[in-house]
């Protein structure tokens, strides 16, 4: 605009000393006129020019959505192809979830791990050290979860290798991806039986004396005591297939004398009061699949332990209680959803005493490096007490916190099973 004035200015200069004075006021409204076009002129070119940009940076956002919507649809095909395990068959992935989606999870595991196996012991390919079946296995990985999966051939029965000693309080919990075809005619199962082996009798012979839990199928649970054959046909019988086929889902059973409680996630699916002979006495567990469609099934992080954690008496009275059943995400100081039960009763207890402070410890296995356990340990020390704070009630100026990385094993770091005995936490009385 200054430019337009400064030109303006110019030609009415000139313009006067080149014309005879009489006609210089027709020259003046001329010049006039003529720089208010010229004005106009520029004018419209500067909101031409000033729309063109504007035209131009509504194109481009349109350009950038297009691209990004041709993105997406590109992200979500390379997505759906990785949703592919290693048996080359789709797995859906689910939401991570919550802490506070268990609240009403009551679960809390066996004091002393007895058998834990994450498989990461194991080369891929081959069949776990730890287990035996009357068909074939091998351990393998997936693209949605981390860590090992031992990949368990349909049809076939598989036992882990140890003598369990079944007594008032025994616990088991896995996770499992159960492959199967939803579609298929003939009903699905994953079968969990107690077994007391007989002078003769091998895994995969039919089960004379004990308990069957079956997840899916046409039936929830059954036993057998002596000749007679009972099932708990009251019970839902499908609850594989209620949406869970291809999902990543955990698996929790308590057994407390003969009353046997399980767990699907955060939610508790049976809880049978006398489901158990008094004398069944089993010390074996054996699994099977049933899946028409062939698939193999998948399962990680068996964890069986015995014993009921005496969080009051152990805490108040001996001043320190240990437990196993707050667990994290591997190198990760993030508390697993199932752990609610554990901290549940935990709270409860330091509701009740609310004198009592304490302090919290963290503890890992062997593995990996010991600065960073170390401050791994201190870490998930601190999570477990923002946790009793935040979700709980518990004040936090009750608790202290510290953490001693592998420092202080209670067990050898030798095997899947001592190492989960060393990742721990302890509350100690202060």
């Known amino acids: 605009m200054r430019k337009l004035n400064l030109l303006s200015l110019m030609v009415i200069f000139f313009a006067f000393l080149n014309i005879p004075i009489s006609a210089q006021d027709d020259v003046d409204e001329k010049v006039k006129d003529k720089t208010n076009e010229r004005v106009d002129q520029k004018t419209d070119e500067g909101i031409d020019k000033g729309l063109d940009a504007v035209e131009d940076g509504v194109g481009s956002i349109f350009k950038k959505k297009d691209k990004s919507a041709k993105q997406e649809k ?142 899916g199928g046409n039936r929830a649970a059954s036993w057998k005591d002596g000749t007679d054959f009972y099932s708990s046909n009251d019970q839902p019988n499908d609850i594989i297939s209620n949406g869970n086929y291809d999902k990543k889902i955990r698996i929790s059973i308590w057994v407390q004398k003969q009353r046997l409680r399980l767990y699907l996630n955060d939610s508790k699916i049976l809880d049978l009061p006398r489901l158990l002979a008094p004398d069944l006495n089993c010390d074996k567990l054996e699994f099977s699949f049933g899946s028409n469609g062939g698939l193999n099934s998948l399962m990680t992080n068996v964890r069986i332990a015995v014993g009921l954690p005496d969080t009051r008496s152990k805490l108040l009275t001996t001043g320190k209680f240990v437990t196993h059943g707050i667990t994290f995400d591997v190198n990760s100081d993030k508390i697993k959803p199932e752990s ?36 791994l340990s201190k870490r998930r020390a601190a999570s477990v007490k923002n946790e009793l704070s935040k979700n709980f009630g518990i004040d936090a100026s009750r608790i202290t916190t510290d953490g001693k990385g592998k420092t202080e094993p209670i067990a050898p770091n030798d095997t899947p099973s001592n190492k989960a005995q060393n990742r721990r936490v302890e509350f100690i009385k202060m």
């Open 340 to 375: 609610y039960g554990t901290l549940k009763d935990i709270a409860t207890v330091l509701k009740e005493n609310a004198g009592v402070k304490i302090k919290i410890v963290g503890h890992t296995d062997s593995d990996g490096d010991a600065a960073q356990n170390l401050d």
């Open 74 to 215: 590109t992200e979500d095909k390379s997505s759906a192809n990785k949703e592919e395990n290693s048996d080359n068959s789709s797995v859906k992935q689910t939401t991570t979830p919550s802490l506070s989606s268990y609240s009403k999870f009551d679960f809390v595991p066996g004091e002393k791990v007895i058998f834990y196996d994450d498989f990461s012991q194991d080369a891929l390919a081959d069949f776990p050290a730890l287990w035996n079946t009357t068909g074939s296995g091998e351990v393998t990985t997936t693209n949605l979860y981390p860590g090992n999966w031992f990949k368990m051939k349909s049809g076939a029965a598989f036992m882990p290798e140890v003598t369990i000693p079944f007594n008032e309080n025994f616990t088991f919990e896995c996770d499992l991806i159960f492959r199967d075809q939803p579609n298929s005619d003939n009903a699905e199962s994953f079968e969990i039986s107690f077994v007391k082996p007989g002078p003769e009798w091998k895994i995969g012979d039919n089960i004379e004396n004990g308990c069957t839990i079956s997840l």
